[in-house]
């Protein structure tokens, strides 16, 4: 179902198009025991099974808990919106025919975000993510539900593959692997076609991911552009590819020259992790197709000679006191639309790095994935930036 705005002019477009899964987030505080209690983690993202099933009842009517608009990638794309010109980012995804779905098109009315969801036909409900926040750790439960039903079809139909056309820039999150693998590989053909020079971003989105869902993610790889997650999932992206470390910048290394499509511009692979330096790694342009091997095969294979060739950088993240954190759920969300925001500006690697951080930092001092209204304008955290685009871009 398209929202009531209208398209914009054929030759504009909107430059940053987002896919994966709306989902409305309920939120509260937690300890041990509800951890517990659902078999969860502190610290880590999981799909719901049917012991989860009573969790999100349980967080609405006994821990007070928060509803907010939610969906990895949906969170980055309204970031991404926050900082960039009025009309510059679309998202799809797909939801039920219900009032959580109106919570979503309301949150992303008010971002300025371009949503067209799919609404399924089937009954299914929108998607709810369980969320129980302790300390500064966060675990998510999600129920897809609806967001499951996602279809190639929806992508397909004309009026929202004029604005794929249009789209410059792909943000793929890595949860939508779990839903419509087909979607995603027809956006990572387009960002491919010769002479259309698209670019494809990546999330791998949660570590159980590369560990579960490895064949699809394989599937995908030699489309990728940049590639964003942070040291849990990278290093959950080592192990089902028996790279045996733990080395950030070593796996960001192996990220950097597995095989790709498009030679004519080199792939990017970023990890951040948490207070410690986000690592950047950046193959040479042509290298990361040196050799004719699958994805899944590519990881062992690559020898110290491969990943000589990668320029090796890192960025120091900016302290914020402890007192004003307020919830890191979101944090890698808003980091990856800031990043985006850069892309879309045509800013340099050092700045659009420079902005997730600003971002992301923004984020943490709000409740829930979210961003404070009045919007704030950018402003560099890294003294050696200009907020205005390089002649030296990203992309």
Sequence with gaps: MATTSADPPPSEGYPLLCLENPLLDIQAQGDAALLAKYGLKANDAILAE???????????????????????????????????????????????????????????????????????????????????????????????????????????????????????????????????????????????????????????????????????????????????????????????????????????KHLAVLPKKNTTRPRTVIVTQGTDPTIVAVSAPGYASSEALSASNAAKHSHSSDIAHVTLLTYPVPRIAPDQINDTNGAGDAFAGGFLAGLVQGVSLDAAVDMGMWLAGLSIREQGPSYPFPKRTYQPLSSSLSSSPSASSAI
């Design 50 to 252: 049917a012991k989860h099933h009573g969790l999100f009842d349980d967080l609405l009517q006994n821990h007070s808990a928060v509803v907010i608009a939610g969906g990895a990638a949906q969170n980055t794309a309204r970031g991404a919106q926050y900082m960039l010109a009025a009309r510059s980012v679309l998202y799809i995804g797909c939801v039920g025919a219900d009032a959580s779905a109106d919570t979503l098109r309301a949150a992303a009315a008010q971002a300025g975000l371009r949503v067209e969801y799919r609404v399924d036909d089937s009954g299914q409900a929108t998607g709810r993510c369980g969320v129980i926040i302790t300390g500064h750790e966060r675990s998510m439960c999600t129920d897809l539900a609806a967001a499951n039903h996602y279809q190639l079809e929806h992508l397909q139909r004309p009026p929202i593959w004029r604005l794929v056309e249009r789209a410059r820039i792909y943000y793929v999150g890595g949860y939508h692997l779990t839903v419509c693998l087909p979607a995603v590989v027809a956006l990572a053909e387009e960002a491919a076609s010769e002479g259309k020079q698209k670019v494809l971003v990546l999330s791998l989105a949660a570590p159980f991911i590369p560990l579960l869902f490895k064949t699809q993610l394989d599937q995908t790889a030699p489309y990728w552009d940049y590639v964003v997650g942070n040291e849990t999932e990278a290093r959950s992206w080592a192990e089902a590819h028996d790279l045996k470390t733990t080395d950030i910048a070593t796996i960001a």
